[in-house]
Every structure is written in C-alpha cells, then in structure tokens.
C-alpha cells in the first residue's frame, strides 16, 4: 500500500482504485445507508472515562471500515511538483493527475487516467521505466489509501493521547494524538485524530504512516470527512504536502497534492432501484416544438433529433459522475449567455443551455447546443467578464452551426462501462472551427455587457499560455479542445492585446488557486458556488493563480429529521 517508491521496484497495493463493477461481496450504497432510526445511539451517555472515549472511537471507526467497501466514489487526484523561487516562493513546475473509482473491496487492479493518450483509464503498469530507476514515481493506490486511518485499527497497536477539544466549524471535537506501539507492523497511521463528540467519528486524520525501511516512503497527508447523512461520515478531501524526503533518501521531494471524492450516491439515482421513484409527465415538451396534433417537419424531425443525441450525452456523463445534476452553477452561467444571446438579438432553436464538468482539468466544450465548463476552470476565472469570454468562444460553435455527431441519438451506444467514458465521447473541434468560433466570440462580445472588460479578461488567456508548458496535466481536456495548442492560445487576438502580466503587482488578478470559485457535494455531485466574502490579498504570494492549496471545509452535523440515520452495525447485518 505504499504512496511513494523507488520505480525500480515492484509495488503491490492493497488500497485499490478501479473503475468497474462492484464487488460481488460489496454492499451498495443504498444498502449501506439503513433506513433504520438509531435512536439509541442518540440517547448513549457521553463517555466516563478516555479510555471508554477510546473504545467508541475503534468501535466507529471498525464501522466506517466495514461501510466504505461498499461505497464506490470518484476518487480525483491532481499533484503539482514544486521548485522554490527567491521572490514567489515555491512555484509549480510540473503537475500529474489521477481520476478513478474508488474500490477498497474488488479485484487488486488499479486503473487510471491515461495521461499519454484519450482513452479514460488503462491499467497501471508498475514495471520501472529505464530513465525512473533512480527517480520518485506517485502510485495513484497511495491516494487511495489516505481514506483510511489502518484498516485494522485497534487498540493494541496504538498509544493514545488527549490533546484538547475545538471546534471544526459548528462540529465540537476532541483531539487526540496517535502512535503505534513498538513493533505493531509497518504502515500504521502517526499522527493526530479529530473526533465529533455525538458518535464519535473521526472526521479529520493529518500525519503519515509509518516507514517501512528502504522499501517505499510513505506521504504526509491532511484526510477530512464530511457528514454526509445522518450518523455516517465519509472521505471528501484529502490534502498531502511534501517538502523533502525526510530519510534523505533518492533525491528530494516537494509537491502538494489534493484528492477530492465524489458520487457516493450515484447508485441511488441509477439502475431498477429507482423504478419507484419514476414520475411520467405528460409528452408536452415535444408537442410544443410541433403542431399540436401534428406530425414534425423535416426541421422540427432534424432539430428534436440532435436534440436527442445531446440529451443522451449529458445523461451518459451525469450517471457516471461527470457531469453535476442541474444547479447554481448552472443558472450563473446561464444567465452570463443569455446576457450574450440578447444583446446580440440571437434567436437559436432549441434553446442553449450550461452545464458543469466535476473534474479539475481546464476545458469548455459544447455538446449540441449545452455548452459545459469544467469546475477546474470555473474556479479559477478571476470574474463574470473572463467567464463571459469563454461562453462567448462556445456560443460562437453553436451560432456558426457546429453540429454534434447524431450517432449518440443511438442510445445502444450509451452502453458501456463508465471506464470508457472519455474514449466513447469526443467533443473536439478541428482547427478551422476553433478559429471560427475565436471570430464569432469577439463579435459578440464587441456586442455584450463586457466589451469594456475584455483587455482585463485577456489576462487569463495569457496567464494560461505562460503557465501551461508547466501545467500540462491541468491544461489537457479530456472531453473537449485545450485551450492551447502548441504556443497559440484560444482568441489570440484578446490575449494579445491584454496588459503585460505582473506578478508582483497584488492589483492584477490574472487567475484564481483552484477551489475558488466552486463548493461540490461529495453526496449528491451537486455544484454550487462558494459563499462568502472575497479575502483581501496582503502580499503577492497570495495571488497563487492555478495552486493547490490546503482544504479547511466547515464541518456541521446533518440533523436527524427522524428517519435515516446510520446505525452501529456490520453491513451484513
């Protein structure tokens, strides 16, 4: 289960990640949430002593390890390799990126995002290559592993120590710092725990496991769980830092990663299960595109036809948690190119719509006429003028006639394993569309709202062409046409006549740190915005345009509305 090893070596892993079926012995995620009132475990008295307070912690935390091998979320994580600068501070130079389900109990497979080529996930070869024998390699397993405290923790292995309580948000913890004991066995968790204090969940874990000698090093790592139903706490985020191997062994290492989970209940919205939960609405929508009681017009057949294909896609994407369910996200956006349709006095049929992309690669792309914009990118756009010049880029595709490929309207071809996704669909256009649409989008804006803003948002195309030789695993699309191609950059003609970047300069905000802009449920896949008020940046350093940066979520207990809530029993029970 090691994170980090010399590549001349074999890794097994026991923490897997693989996007497939589940496990035949796993429970889904419908059946891990019980519908079952635990009202004892709301009326149990609080603990007499810390060693009682100890007991319930192993208890629950057995618990959680039993839940988690039935759940299967999107698993991403996205690592950027560090050089110190004398006036920025450490800078990335290098990124990896790793998006997979996750699978604590399936076959030992680890799949993973094939960074060289389109396909979505190709198993993991760990064989060395010959330039690696001597160098650090991430094995997307060890991220897996951060979920975990150990998979067997017990008392024994452990010496505990009480620290104090705080609150994380509104949830009130004690915290508590972790040792293994002499010769409990490689791998055991070090560090310090936070535990709520109505079940006694551990919500947050930050440290490391234990070193097993010149074999592997493991990683330094921040893991924090979300109440995402009542009684039932489960990874969100992970943050992991390094700033040199601390054994000084095979070179140094300086990086920071983070790892976001998500769709732990897309089994809920999926397969028979939900057949109870079908509502049948009347067939309007077609008829308002027809002649009431008429037959469609070869316009109307051809419209209602694409329409078709690009309904499957997003649905496709949405099953396989890709794309968020409609939300706040998508209502901000929409009103941003509706703003562009009107003032252009644009009259488009059917009606353009946005959607959101959960995954942190910069992209934007249409899909007939649903124009989608990654989360990644979303959150890094420093305000509505710089969103505006990316829908613009995308409404020109669909104003110049674009067209999606019809064949999705097939719906035999929405029939794969998720694994396939990104080698099933493809929403790239050639370099001839590209600059048409670069064309059609200076029109419209010249048009829009944000016509005086454009020099200021040209910003952000100049500050992704600078920093994309580095970043090349944030600016590679999986589903759409980069924002780069080579040294050119998407509506040259806006970044060029841009005011020079400055990085010193705290005033100009080029881009954002990733995380900026957008909040996603782990549960539900649900967008939505991040609230609050913008903080006031004191120095320069502060401006981390593209960064990873550590998560700190406001923790709060989801009330017991009298129904759903977790019980504290095995899973076959």
Not at 139 to 164: C, E, H, I, W
């Amino acid at each position: 289960m090691c994170m980090l090893r010399a590549t001349s070596l074999v890794c097994l892993f026991l923490f897997v990640l693989a996007l497939s079926a589940s496990s035949q012995t796993a429970k889904s995620d419908v059946e891990v949430v019980s519908n079952v009132a635990d009202a004892a475990s709301a009326s149990v008295p609080a603990p007499g002593s810390f060693d009682e307070l100890i007991g319930r912690v192993v208890e629950r935390e057995h618990f959680f390890n039993q839940q988690i091998l039935g759940l299967h979320p999107l698993l991403e994580t996205y690592i950027q390799n560090l050089r110190d600068d004398d006036q920025m501070g450490p800078v990335p130079v290098s990124d990896r990126y790793f998006l997979a389900r996750l699978d604590l109990g399936g076959k030992m497979e680890n799949r993973y995002v094939n960074q060289a080529g389109h396909s979505m996930f190709s198993k993991l070869n760990v064989l060395p290559d010959v330039s690696e024998l001597y160098s650090y390699k991430f094995m997307p397993g060890g991220f897996a592993q951060m979920v975990l405290v150990d998979r067997d923790f017990n008392r024994k292995s452990y010496r505990f120590t009480y620290v104090r309580r705080e609150f994380l948000g509104q949830v009130r913890c004690v915290v508590i710092d972790v040792q293994p004991v002499k010769d409990s066995g490689d791998g055991r968790f070090v560090g310090r725990i936070w535990v709520e204090d109505e079940d006694y969940n551990i919500v947050r874990f930050n440290g490391t496991y234990s070193d097993h000698g010149h074999l592997g090093h493991y990683l330094h790592f921040d893991s924090w769980r979300l109440n995402m139903r009542p009684g039932l706490w489960l990874p969100a985020f992970i943050y992991s830092e390094e700033s040199q191997d601390s054994n000084g062994r095979l070179g140094s290492l300086h990086f920071k990663a983070q790892t976001r989970l998500w769709g732990y209940a897309l089994a809920r919205t999926s397969g028979n299960t939900s057949f109870t939960d079908i509502v049948v609405d009347s067939p309007q929508s077609i008829r308002d595109q027809t002649e009431s009681g008429q037959d469609a017009s070869p316009v109307q057949s051809e419209r209602l036809w694409e329409r078709e294909a690009e309904d499957n896609a997003i649905e496709r994407l949405q099953k396989a948690g890709l794309i968020a369910p409609e939300g706040e996200v998508d209502r901000v956006t929409q009103t941003v190119v509706n703003n562009l349709i009107f003032t252009n006095n644009l009259s488009i049929q059917p009606e353009v719509r946005t959607r959101t992309l959960l995954t942190t690669p910069l992209e934007s792309f249409t899909i007939g006429h649903t124009i989608v914009l990654s989360r990644g990118l979303l959150d890094v756009l420093p305000d509505e003028a710089t969103l505006a010049v990316i829908l613009a880029h995308e409404l020109g595709h669909i104003v110049l006639g674009h067209r999606l490929d019809t064949k999705y309207a097939f719906n035999d071809r929405m029939f794969f394993a998720d694994e396939n996704t990104f080698a099933r669909f493809d929403f790239r256009r050639d370099a001839a569309q590209e600059r048409a649409a670069d064309r059609k989008a200076m029109e419209l804006l010249s048009n829009s709202p944000y016509r005086g803003q454009l020099k200021d948002a040209g910003l952000f195309l100049r500050a992704v062409q600078e920093e994309g030789p580095a970043l090349k695993n944030l600016i590679r699309p999986h589903l759409g046409s980069s924002l780069t191609t080579g040294k050119a950059i998407r509506m040259p003609a806006l970044a060029g006549s841009s005011p020079a970047l400055q990085e010193t300069k705290i005033e100009q905000i080029a881009a954002l740190p990733l995380g900026a802009r957008v909040k996603l449920d782990p549960w539900t896949s649900r967008a939505d915005l991040v609230k609050g008020k913008p903080v006031a940046l004191t120095t320069f350093r502060e401006k981390m345009p593209f960064e990873i940066t550590p998560f700190f979520p406001y923790l709060s207990h989801l009330t017991n509305s009298g129904a759903e809530r977790v019980a504290l029993t095995s899973p076959a029970n």
